[in-house]
């Protein structure tokens, strides 16, 4: 089939830390079509969808006391300090168990809180073992000044589990801000990050061998330091269908963490095309109402994944003392489908699918409307995308005063 052709010229688009299948299921998939045996690729693709939508990711952050564990855990999962389901921040730890914080947007994600291995009286190893290690997909090791032998010694236990594991050095913003207010005249801001991270480097050494790789953050600056930097490194690690979850879980505050969104998704929806495509020669017109159902719930999760969702809108909007209505007039995604707005996207589609079928029917129809829900997906996650980075320069967006972007709705459902 020559559309099978086109499935690894697909993937090939994406770098490997950005796709969504391994190469093992990529190949698997277009060997089966085209043996023509569509069975068998369906039964591969639903499996590969169904890993990436229900795939677990859980972290383990570990750090003494006062290291800025809790405020990370909260940048982390996009939650700010005062927000509801927020980590306790600037409290004494009382307690030696670990403590979830599931993700408040996709609950198959969780940041797990783990008492400082200093502050037990556990063997690194048997330390290991009372916090359930296993369940973790990688250890983030926190400090805020010095990183002690203690973590150190946490860190070769991990290392001979095979697990991941990462050095997070936190509240950079204090340091610059200090070493500036005292040393105004020779402050340099990459000399200061440099001696951090050498000191950092040099402590570490002193247990551990090898060359420990350290990431220097600030919790409330996210989008500067190295934050972003290990993001890409946790994604890069991590198996392919876990990848997903984890950047859709990460804030949109940067054009790369969006442009990873963008990629990820367009794979989905690409994979969801190929089953479809599958499933076209069944009679078609339940298939059809059942997705439909759903395509403007998957649009607002695109919204919600992006920034753009209601809540977060409403943040922005506040932070610029203007209404969401205005706002929403100077991106794209609210006016793609602004003719007939009373009408659901998905009800126009529905119906025009329904009386085509009466007239032609069968798959022609099926693969019809299946080619057109890809190319409309493909666009709403351009669009929501393309809106998010707008809102990155939000300052510019305003003081540009662009005009919203309206498209006219497809000839199709005319």
Known sequence: ???????????????????????????????????????????????ALKDIENAPLNIAVTGETGTGKSTFIN???????????????????????????????????????????????????????????????????????????????????????????????????????????????????ENVLMKIREDCSQQLKEVFSGEPQIFLVSNFETSKHDFPKLESQLLCDLPAHKRQVFTV?????????????????????????????????????GVIRDELEDLDETFNLFRSYFGLDDASLEKIADDFNISVNKMKAHLRFPHLFAENDDVSFGTKLRNYIERVSLAIGGPDVALYYFKKSYYLQNLFIDTAANDAIALLNKEDLFEKKVEPYISKPPKFWE
């Open 249 to 285: 879980s990460l804030r949109s505050v940067t054009e790369d963490t969006i442009n990873l969104k963008r990629d990820f998704l367009k794979q989905k929806v690409f994979l969801e095309a190929l089953k479809d495509g599958a499933l076209a020669a069944i009679p078609f017109v």
């Open 1 to 47: 089939m020559a559309w099978a052709s086109s499935i690894k010229a697909f993937f090939n688009n994406f770098k490997r830390e950005s796709q969504i299948l391994s190469e093992e299921a990529i190949t698997s998939i277009k060997s089966h079509i085209e043996s023509n045996n569509l069975q068998e690729a369906l039964s591969v693709i639903n499996n």
């Open 75 to 189: 940048a982390m999962r996009g939650v700010g300090q005062e927000d509801e389901g927020a980590a306790a921040t600037g409290v004494t730890e009382t307690t030696m168990k670990r403590t979830p914080y599931p993700h408040p947007k996709l609950p198959q994600v969780t940041l797990w809180d783990l008492p400082g291995i200093g502050s037990t009286s556990f063997t690194p190893e048997n330390y290991l073992k009372e916090m359930n290690f296993r369940e973790y997909d990688f250890f983030i090791i926190i400090s805020a000044s010095r990183f002690k032998e203690n973590d150190g010694q946490l860190a070769k236990a991990i290392a001979k589990t095979k697990m991941n594991f990462y050095f997070v050095r936190t509240k950079i913003d204090s340091e610059l801000y200090s070493e500036k207010k005292s040393k105004p005249k020779s402050f340099n801001s």
